[in-house]
Every structure is written in C-alpha cells, then in structure tokens.
C-alpha cells in the first residue's frame, strides 16, 4: 500500500493494510472489479430513489422515515465498516438503498416546491443532477489519468482542511435549525429570495459540489494503489463502498445546485 492515507475513513491505508488484508484471499481485486460492484450499488441507489419519489408523492409523511433510516444507517455503516471492512459486502447495499429513498423523497420536495412557483425543470432535477454528477465524475477522472491531479497528500490535507471547515459550518446551521434559525446564503431556499442572497448561495454550492468531486481523485488514487498492492477480492466491496459514499456526496450537492439554477433561472409555465 502507498504512503497516501486518505482521510475518508472508508479509505483509511492505515486500516485497510491492518484489517483487509488480513482477510482470506480468494484472487486479487481488479479496477474493473471495483467498477463493477459501484455500478450495482449506485443502480440500488436509483432505484430506491425512483420507488421513494413515488410512495413520498403518494405519502409524504414518509419522506422524515427515510432522512431518519438513512442518517441512523449511515453512522451503523461508517462504525460496521470502520471495525471490520469485510461488512462491506453487505454494507454498501443497503446504505445505496437508503441514500436513494433520501435522495428520492428530496427530490420530490424540491420539484413540488419549484412547481408551487410556476417553475418547470426540463427533464426534473433528478436527470440534471445526474448529468452534472457523471460530468464531473469523468472530468475528475480525465484529470487523474492525465496526472493533472494525483490525489498526493498535500492536495488530501488541503481537502481535509477544508472539508472539516465544512462539517463544522453545517454542524452550527443544523442546531441552529433547531431553533427555527437558518443561515443566510447556506440554507437552499436563499435560491428563492433571488438577489444577492441567491447569488452568494449559488456560490457557495458550486464551491461544495467541487470539493466533493475532487474527493473522487483521492479515491480514484486509493483504488490504484489498492489494487497495485494486490489487495484480497473481498476488498472491491471495500473500495466500491468508499466510492459510493463520495459520489452519494456529490450527486446530493449537484441537485441542490439544479434546484438553484431552476429557481433563479428557470422558465415559468403560462
């Protein structure tokens, strides 16, 4: 394994040499592998997405029990995983499944709230987040490949700077929120204010989506290296599971930023 340690905790080296290759090894994991089992997971995810949208149009009360699930899953599957990578075989399925009932009950949120505008999104905010997730996921690794970007440890901490600067920024928006206070420009529906305040929160979610994609080098340098060291099979589960977590991350913030875009900019029905 390379010197590089990422600060994902799925992609940790440290644990991964420590706690993955102690495991059995039935053949060698391959990139094509890893692709393979981050397809099925991200196809999980879409289809717990379009079955959510549904059920939360026809229930909405739904939509806060897949946020909940999700959110209580997600901290399970980071502890599962973190103690014995191995759980990722059936971790990174069902934390697919959930984040995509989340991502499907927001959506439907976001579209009817852009409809009780007059709003209309050309193909729905789904389809756009989607375009602009494989966008910047094939531009991250064009740049990987091209050694434009190599995911070193320098570039990593800059990123861990500030994506911890991030965390404790939405940390502080989330108690706030408990309290019936949002934060000016952070909140999406600054988006509806138009004005400054739609512009600067704009911004600042296009300032997000691109630290999320640049995450995907670091990750896209951990599978390479993983896979150089002849990592064990089992480990694609491992590695896909770290992938999915990133791109789970971006696709959320490119919908926010669809939703920004139709709001400010989006044509209105006659």
């Not at 590089?4 to 290759?21: C, G, R």
């Not at 973190?82 to 759980?87: I, K, N, Q, Y």
């Not at 971790?91 to 959506?107: E, F, K, R, W």
Request: glycine share 10%; with cysteine.
């Amino acid at each position: 394994m390379s010197q590089l340690q990422s600060s994902n905790p799925v992609f940790a080296d440290q644990l991964f040499d420590q706690k993955v290759h102690a495991q059995p090894a039935g053949g060698v994991a391959t990139v094509q592998g890893v692709i393979n089992k981050t397809g099925a997971c991200a196809m999980l995810c879409a289809i717990a997405g379009a079955i959510a949208y549904a059920v939360t149009k026809a229930n909405p009360g739904w939509a806060m029990g897949f946020m909940i699930a999700s959110l209580i899953f997600s901290f399970v599957a980071f502890i599962a995983v973190w103690r014995s990578p191995s759980h990722a075989r059936w971790v990174a399925p069902i934390y697919s499944i959930l984040q995509g009932a989340t991502i499907g009950s927001v959506t439907f949120f976001l579209e009817r709230i852009l409809e009780s505008k007059g709003i209309t999104v050309a193909g729905g905010l789904a389809l756009q987040a989607f375009v602009i997730t494989m966008a910047l996921m094939g531009t991250m690794l064009g740049l990987y490949k091209a050694r434009i970007l190599r995911g070193g440890q320098t570039f990593q901490m800059a990123l861990t700077v500030a994506t911890v600067g991030l965390l404790v920024v939405m940390l502080i928006g989330f108690v706030l929120s408990l309290f019936g206070v949002s934060l000016p420009f952070i909140s999406i529906g600054s988006a509806l204010e138009g004005g400054t305040p739609a512009l600067i929160g704009l911004g600042i979610n296009v300032l997000v989506l691109g630290l999320a994609s640049l995450w995907l080098v670091v990750d896209f340098r951990v599978i390479d290296d993983a896979v150089q060291s002849g990592a064990p099979r089992e480990a694609e589960w491992y590695l896909a599971f770290g992938l999915i977590v990133t791109l789970v991350w971006v696709y959320i913030e490119a919908l926010k930023l669809a939703f920004r875009l139709a709001a400010m900019f989006g044509g209105k029905r006659n």
